[in-house]
């Protein structure tokens, strides 16, 4: 359950940040991050998307990745690393 509400916030994320970045270059206003512009400014809010960019995709790979896998040398031997 956790993994899958990582996953979906994850992915709003990048696409919210996303969307709002192409939009505002665009130079039509995007009502969901508008507000960001409003309050710190151009700069602030240009890489406050960034962040909300780098922050969904962090989240979808850390929600993807298994943490209780083994980790095999397969190239060698095949024996598990301690």
């Not at 850390?62 to 209780?68: H, P, Q, R, V």
């Amino acid at each position: 359950m956790r993994k899958n509400i990582l996953t979906v916030s994850g992915f709003l994320l990048f696409i919210i940040g996303f969307t709002g970045l192409v939009v505002n270059m665009v130079g039509l206003p995007f009502a969901i991050t508008d507000w960001v512009y409003i309050i710190t400014g151009r700069t602030i809010g240009f890489l406050l998307k960034i962040v909300m960019i780098i922050t969904g995709i962090v989240l979808v790979v850390l929600a993807n990745t298994d943490e209780k896998e083994d980790k095999y040398d397969e190239f060698f031997d095949g024996k598990t690393f301690d």
